[in-house]
Structure formats: C-alpha cells, structure tokens
C-alpha cells in the first residue's frame, strides 16, 4: 500500500511504516497536482498537516484512498464528515503536539514580559550606540511567577499550558465550552507527581482576573476574542494566540495595543496564512512566530510513530 506524507513525516514514522510493508511517499505535490499524482500512482492514504488541502472535490476525484492522516490536532483543512460518509477513515494525532504548543505559549510570554522581541530587534541595530538607553527601556520587566493565566479552550494543549503555570506559581483560570473542568498532574524528574483540580470558570471571570490570556480552541465561525471581550480584560494584559487564525480579531486587537489596553501580545498563527498583515508583522508590541507551535522535534517524531501506529490498525 502506498501512502503519500505530502506535508511530510518524521523518519521514525517512515521507518514503522516500512516495517510494517507500505510504501511511503515524501514528495510534496503541490495542491492543483495532487488529483493527478494520487490516481497516477494509486495512493491508498495521505497525510497532511497543515499545507495541504483535503476537500470535497479531491476526495471525489481519487477512488483509491481509504485514509486521510492529519499530523496534529485541528483538520479545518479537510473535510472530515464527507471524507467519512464516503467511506475513508480520518485520523489525527490530538496527544503528540501537546507539549510543544504549551512551551511555545511560554517562549512568547517570557519573552514579552522581559521585551525579548523588543530587544532582540534593537541590539543588533543600536546595541552598540544606545546600550544605556536600552538598557533603561528594557529594565522594567514583571515576573509570570504570582501571577494569573487564562486559558480559553481547556482540552489537551491547554491542561498542558496549566501544567507549566501551576509550576511556575501562576493562578489559573480556565473556559471551556465543553468541559467543568480536570484533575491536572505534574509530574517530576524523579518519579514524584502532585495532582490539582482546575474547575473551569465564566468567561467574563476569566477576562476581568487574568494578567494573561491564551487561546486553545479549534477554528470558529466568529470570534472568541473581540472588541467587547478585550474591554472587559484587564488594563496591560498580554494575549497568546498559538491555536488558530481566526480566533482574535486582529484589527481590534492592533487598536487595544495602541490604546494600551493590551501591551503585549504573541501570535504564532494568523487570518491571512501564509501572508499576515504588515501591520502585524511590523508592530513592536508583537512576538511573533510562523505557526510552529508543533514544531519540535519531539512532537514531529510522536505525530509520525502515532501516525503509523494508527494507519498499521486501519489499513492492515
């Protein structure tokens, strides 16, 4: 069986495949290509992750597949239900990244506290002719340490995100339309772990408590955050965004951090992927990163053997 990773695997996911007899295909078809290439070489699975569109109309147009694979958690880049009824099996890998989104989560929110992507954009430029000044402008950073966290969206990534603030010492408020709540376990390097429940809260508590607000909700029809629910935020919150595009009005959020009731946010994804606003891009205010929330290492080489372990279930 042939199985074409079009957004690519990790070599650990190849190798389980192989072992297991498929052939694996790590061509990237560019996406008006893709019909051709699958019905040319009879390719019975795909695998995407965020590139690669999976519509109704491919789906229609190549007989052979039996699975679409997603490496990752959201598949608003394929159509699911459609893909089901027509008798495919659809597959992602909700566990694997987890880890990886929550410590970038942390990258942005530790560097914005202490203006690493101020200063990062600076020193190279006047490091050398304004060190006193910026070393001024840069020296009135907070701690994340007592602090209090919102997390919208409480499933995997954000019980993950939890984790990493309990054991900082952040407060945390959690939203989330489908869960009261979870028991959230830290575990330590040697062997010792201590369990806490997090009950999740309104939003509105949420918005008016936290210093910090970061979103892990699947693509939305309408926004989660807005212009009404950034005034009911607290004055100088930070915001993260590393779930999808979409969720934050980014022009209501520009504005906030003009007004200053916003001062600082991190994006790692965007509304218009792959070329976000130059206002965005060019805001100072901004730590900003190309949707790598799960781009480790780790996590790729966790979504490939994940991948295969399913595929190996579904296809032999």
Not at 48 to 59: D, F, G, H, N, P
Not at 105 to 110: D, G, K, Q, R, T
């Amino acid at each position: 069986m042939k199985i074409l990773a079009n957004d690519g695997i990790s070599q650990s996911g190849i190798a389980a495949l192989e072992k297991e007899g498929f052939e694996v295909i790590t061509t990237k078809v560019a996406q008006e290509q893709l019909e051709n290439y699958i019905n040319e070489h009879q390719i019975d699975a795909i695998l995407v992750r965020s590139a690669t569109q999976v519509r109704q109309e491919l789906i229609d147009a190549c007989p052979s597949l039996k699975l679409v694979g997603r490496g990752g958690v959201g598949m608003d880049n394929i159509d699911v239900e459609y893909a089901i009824d027509q008798g495919l099996h659809v597959i992602n890998t909700p566990a694997a990244s987890s880890s990886s989104v929550a410590e970038l989560v942390f990258a942005h929110l530790f560097g914005m506290v202490r203006f690493l992507h101020q200063s990062n954009r600076e020193m190279p430029l006047e490091g050398d002719s304004r060190f006193k000044e910026l070393k001024k402008a840069y020296g009135a950073g907070t701690e994340l340490r007592g602090k209090t966290i919102g997390i919208i969206g409480f499933g995997r990534i954000g019980q993950e995100v939890a984790k990493i603030a309990l054991g900082l010492g952040m407060k945390v408020i959690a939203n989330d339309a489908y869960s009261e709540g979870a028991p959230i376990t830290i575990n330590f390097f040697n062997g010792q772990s201590i369990t806490i429940s997090i009950e999740t809260s309104d939003m509105d508590t949420l918005l008016k408590e936290s210093d910090f607000i970061t979103l892990h909700v699947p693509s939305q029809e309408e926004y989660i955050i807005g212009e009404k629910e950034i005034e009911g935020m607290k004055e100088g919150v930070g915001i993260v965004n590393a779930a999808r595009g979409g969720v934050i009005d980014e022009i209501a959020l520009v504005n906030a951090i003009k007004n200053k009731k916003v001062k600082f946010a991190g994006l790692d994804v965007f509304e218009n992927e792959p070329k976000p606003e130059v206002q965005l891009l060019m805001n100072p205010e901004l730590s900003l990163t190309p949707h790598i929330g799960a781009a480790t290492l780790e996590a790729q080489d966790r979504i490939g053997t994940e991948l295969a372990s399913q595929i190996t279930k579904l296809l032999k």
